[in-house]
């Protein structure tokens, strides 16, 4: 079975912990984005199902957020938009 994952691009810009985080595309393009949208970011690192990257959020933030998937979806559907990140895919054996 093939699990679609995804590669951060860019990189990120953080003054101290109270600014808001900046991302940055490979064109130089800045983009003001959320803390939960730079946490997913950070994690996407082409070998984390984006599953495995909310349930990363979920223990960092000690949150059981029913639709905390679908918001997850949406931003990575955003970032790609800006090409902050981009796709890949891992085949998963089925045990």
Same mark, same amino acid.
């Given at each position: 079975?093939?699990?679609?994952?995804? /590669? =951060?691009?860019?990189? /990120?810009?953080?003054?101290?912990?109270?600014?808001?985080? @900046?991302? @940055?595309?490979?064109?130089?393009?800045?983009?003001?984005?959320?803390?939960?949208?730079?946490? @997913?970011?950070?994690?996407?690192?082409?070998?984390?199902?984006?599953?495995?990257?909310?349930?990363?959020?979920?223990?960092?933030?000690? /949150?059981? =957020?029913?639709?905390?998937?679908?918001?997850?979806?949406? /931003?990575?559907?955003?970032?790609?938009?800006?090409?902050? @990140?981009?796709?890949?895919?891992?085949?998963?054996?089925?045990?």
């Amino acid at each position: 079975m093939e699990v679609l994952m995804f /590669i =951060k691009r860019g990189s /990120i810009q953080r003054q101290s912990n109270d600014t808001t985080p @900046i991302l @940055i595309n490979p064109q130089g393009k800045r983009y003001e984005v959320s803390f939960l949208a730079a946490f @997913i970011w950070d994690h996407l690192d082409g070998r984390s199902p984006l599953q495995e990257v909310v349930t990363e959020v979920q223990k960092a933030a000690r /949150i059981e =957020k029913p639709g905390l998937y679908k918001v997850a979806e949406n /931003i990575v559907s955003d970032l790609k938009k800006v090409d902050l @990140i981009t796709e890949t895919s891992s085949e998963m054996s089925q045990r």
